[in-house]
């Protein structure tokens, strides 16, 4: 019966406070999560789709690559702290943090010399999605309707890995003022998560029990093919519009997932319960499309940006899903359509060969199931100079916060991003 007892205990576990390892109703981690690339882009907030005239263009909007007249060799490091405080109503809050320094962009831009016009080629890496954060609770269940009610929970809950876009893509002038181009794009990270739970009696509200104990691991690797197609228009010395296409990615997913549990009954007895498997299976990403603009003044010493980029998170499409509690109108039900805003300003000061920066990034969370107080906004500021004409250094900071609300548990992140880039032109 203490067997049968622990299975369902598990069972309920699994699918109740806990959304981290509730399949049903999880946040996927692949979908929407945009972390950035390039410090002069994210110093303008990420508004780079009518400017893209870096190496990073082979990210925001390959058709900008032809703008590039000289050799560009581009390295870019980020630095990501996640800050988390968690609580039950009424009960003290926990807070935790988890700090990270990666590769953001690495690559070339290789020009050619045309008569008229212009052609370039890029080829890199730039690290799309971060999944560095953790958060924990510490507790009485303050519900009174599921199985933990009443229990004292202690969960920390770590996340690490993220997913990096190896590219390689070309543009070209088809007039003097409109260009096109394009990228093939080689998909390729991992995931972690580490759970590790522990509902305790200390208030004897249960006949059997003193205490569960629930650890579970996930490892998840990404891999998968896409392409995008840009666009750029130079209508006058002042007015540049971008627009970019994104083609729906299939990620396929190799997973490997490990629980032990653990529970403790009043007589002193203990059982214990290992599992572990693996599974494959894919995601598709919907299309994505985006367009800004960028007003280029003061003989562009004074540039304004801003972008606006559509995605469909609801065609999101698992293949076969990757549990049998979930069902095929998964994303329908759970996801929404975002709209992802971004805006930035630009100030030369030519006398120092330098630049000053600032921006606002909103990434709207699109899984709906959790109450959400605001959504992923960000503030970015940002400088730039150039040495020697031929080596330009940027950096950028980048804070945001938002708040949601699910089962109970109140969460609070507070996110600091740190991009500093180097450009090599000859």
């Not at 900008?64 to 003290?92: H, M, P, R, V």
């Not at 107080?373 to 040495?387: E, P």
């Not at 330009?392 to 609070?412: E, H, S």
Request: net charge negative.
């Amino acid at each position: 019966m203490k067997r049968l007892f622990l299975s369902v205990f598990v069972c309920l576990f699994v699918i109740g406070l806990l959304p981290v390892v509730c399949p049903a109703q999880t946040e996927e981690l692949v979908v929407g999560n945009t972390f950035g690339v390039g410090a002069r882009s994210m110093g303008m907030g990420g508004a780079s789709l009518g400017l893209a005239d870096d190496f990073t263009a082979l990210y925001w909007n390959p058709a900008g690559l032809a703008q590039i007249q000289k050799f560009e060799l581009f390295a870019s490091f980020s630095q990501n702290t996640a800050l988390t405080d968690s609580y039950f109503t009424s009960s003290e809050t926990i807070g935790t943090s988890r700090s990270q320094i990666r590769p953001n962009s690495i690559g070339l831009v290789y020009p050619f010399y045309t008569q008229q016009g212009g052609f370039s080629i890029a080829f890199g890496y730039n690290r799309a999605q971060n999944f560095d954060f953790q958060s924990a609770i510490q507790g009485v269940d303050p519900s009174s309707d599921n199985v933990f009610s009443g229990l004292y929970l202690n969960e920390t809950n770590i996340n690490s890995g993220g997913i990096g876009i190896w590219s390689f893509g070309g543009s070209v002038y088809i007039s003097k003022n409109f260009l096109i181009g394009g990228s093939v794009d080689f998909w390729n990270g991992h995931s972690r998560n580490e759970l590790d739970a522990t509902a305790t009696d200390t208030l004897n509200v249960d006949s059997e029990l003193t205490r569960f104990r629930y650890d579970d691991e996930i490892d998840r690797e990404y891999s998968g093919v896409s392409g995008r197609v840009g666009i750029l228009a130079n209508f006058t010395d002042v007015v540049s519009w971008g627009v970019t296409f994104v083609a729906p990615t299939e990620l396929g997913v190799d997973e490997f997932w490990r629980e032990y549990t653990v529970a403790l009954f009043d007589d002193g007895e203990e059982l214990t319960e290992p599992e572990s498997g693996a599974t494959t299976y894919h995601i598709e990403r919907p299309y994505e499309i985006g367009t800004g603009i960028a007003l280029k003044l003061l003989d562009e010493q004074l540039i304004l940006a801003t972008d606006i980029q559509f995605t469909d998170w609801r065609q999101t499409r698992y293949d076969p899903n990757p549990a049998e509690d979930i069902a095929n109108n998964h994303f329908e039900e759970y996801y929404s359509t975002t709209i992802q805003v971004r805006l930035g300003i630009e100030y030369q000061i030519p006398m120092l060969d330098s630049y000053l920066r600032a921006g606002y990034f909103r990434d709207t969370i699109p899984f709906t199931v959790t109450e959400i107080d605001n959504d992923r906004d960000y503030l970015t500021v940002g400088a730039g100079k150039i040495f020697e004409d031929s080596v330009k250094l940027d950096v950028a900071y980048m804070w945001g916060n938002w708040q949601q609300y699910r089962n109970d548990v109140t969460t609070q992140r507070n996110s600091h991003r740190v991009f500093v880039s180097c450009a090599y032109r000859y």
